[in-house]
Structures are given as structure tokens and as C-alpha cells.
T-cell receptor, first 108, second 113 residues
Framework: GQSLEQPSEVTAVEGAIVQINCTYQTSGFYGLSWYQQHDGGAPTFLSYNALDGLEETGRFSSFLSRSDSYGYLLLQELQMKDSASYFCAVREGGKLIFGQGTELSVKP | SQTIHQWPATLVQPVGSPLSLECTVE??????LYWYRQAAGRGLQLLFY??????ISSEVPQNLSASRPQDRQFILSSKKLLLSDSGFYLCAWSVTGSGNEQFFGPGTRLTVL
């Protein structure tokens, strides 16, 4: 089976940079994905890493190290609207296994 | 463009009553379809997924069932709801053969009393 670990909560101030880590155990690896979910809303896809390295999309970047079974989501120039839960996920066959989520609180 | 619809948005049901939640996808063909449940403040628990009409994989033993009567329609059902069935139910789709990028519907918040 697969399991993922990520911190339950992270707090940062507006304008800062925050990193949300994710470690995983998997019997087969097809990539690490990240999703954002605002309170009461549906998750939305942020990024996907299949290979080692950094993928950048605007203020958000995602990193993967397959040898370490580790990845992170980096959020720069934090804004109040970034307050949300962030989930990492790994694929097992045709389905995704999600971590328990990290609740990010951005303070003024 | 592709869109995914779920209804109803909220639902309050008594224990022992039946349930039917519907999800439809537009703008794509032969998608993979998924049902998730999310308890308050928790992660997403995959309940069922489907790679085609009539093909349903169940992830956890539970009081629920799923059906896919048409290519872009996915239905979650129960004959008798339990208190523990309360939660936020999310339908999602992905491109056939992939699954890393899933697109979620707006969800149904179910309260069983």
C-alpha cells in the first residue's frame, strides 16, 4: 500500500515564503501531485512532478526527490487568499492516494 | 471545456433513509470517475472509482454503492444511511489512463441525523 505524511498545520505571514513537505511510501511510483482546497470548497489541482527537480508555476513551485521519497510545495509571496488546506497525493494504478492535508494559515 | 456537476449541494437525511447522489461530466469522453468522502478537517477517502461504463472498483467496505450507467454519469447510493455516512462527498474525473490530475465537482455536504 501507499502512505503519505505531511504536517497538519503551518502558519506564515503575508509576503513570506512557506514550504510544505510530503514524504511517501509506495510500492510503485507514478508521480507526486499537489492540490489546494479552500474551506468548504472542492480541491483544485496545483502541480504534478513525475521526475526529480523543481516545477514552477507562478508563485507556486513543487519539488520531488524520488531517491528520498520526498517532495515539497513552495509558496512564495504569500497572500491571504493562500490560506487553505494543501494535499499531496501519489498515484496507485488509476487512483490517487491523498495525504491528510496541511492547513496553511496566512497572517497579516 | 470540461465541466463536472454534482447535486444536490447540501442534503439532510434521517438515519435509515436511502441516498442517491449524482455526478455528471461534460466535454470529455470515457473519463475515469471517482467518488471521495471527506470528514471535517480530514483528508480525502477514495470510495469508488470507475474506468468505464459498468466498471466499478470499491475501495473500502461500507454502506454505500456506486454505479456508472452512462459514460459520463456516476451515481453514489445507499439503501439505509448511517450516522457515520455524514460528510462531504466529492466526485472527480480524470483523463483515461491518467489520474495525477483530477478535476473535482463542487461536492455534496451530507448530514445524517
Amino acid at each position: 500500500g501507499q502512505s503519505l505524511e505531511q504536517p497538519s498545520e503551518v502558519t506564515a505571514v503575508e509576503g513570506a515564503i512557506v514550504q510544505i513537505n510530503c514524504t511517501y511510501q509506495t510500492s510503485g511510483f507514478y508521480g507526486l501531485s499537489w492540490y489546494q482546497q479552500h474551506d468548504g470548497g472542492a480541491p483544485t489541482f496545483l502541480s504534478y512532478n513525475a521526475l526529480d527537480g523543481l516545477e514552477e508555476t507562478g508563485r507556486f513551485s513543487s519539488f520531488l526527490s524520488r531517491s528520498d521519497s520526498y517532495g515539497y510545495l513552495l509558496l512564495q509571496e504569500l497572500q491571504m487568499k493562500d490560506s487553505a488546506s494543501y494535499f499531496c497525493a501519489v498515484r496507485e494504478g488509476g487512483k490517487l492516494i491523498f495525504g491528510q492535508g496541511t492547513e496553511l494559515s496566512v497572517k497579516p | 471545456s470540461q465541466t463536472i456537476h454534482q447535486w444536490p449541494a447540501t442534503l439532510v437525511q434521517p438515519v435509515g433513509s436511502p441516498l442517491s447522489l449524482e455526478c455528471t461530466v461534460e466535454g470529455t469522453s470515457n473519463p475515469n470517475l471517482y467518488w471521495y468522502r471527506q470528514a471535517a478537517g480530514r483528508g480525502l477517502q477514495l470510495l469508488f472509482y470507475s474506468v468505464g461504463i459498468g466498471q466499478i472498483s470499491s475501495e473500502v467496505p461500507q454502506n454505500l454503492s456506486a454505479s456508472r450507467p452512462q459514460d459520463r454519469q456516476f451515481i453514489l447510493s445507499s439503501k439505509k444511511l448511517l450516522l457515520s455516512d455524514s460528510g462531504f462527498y466529492l466526485c472527480a474525473w480524470s483523463v483515461t489512463g491518467s489520474g495525477n490530475e483530477q478535476f473535482f465537482g463542487p461536492g455534496t455536504r451530507l448530514t445524517v441525523l
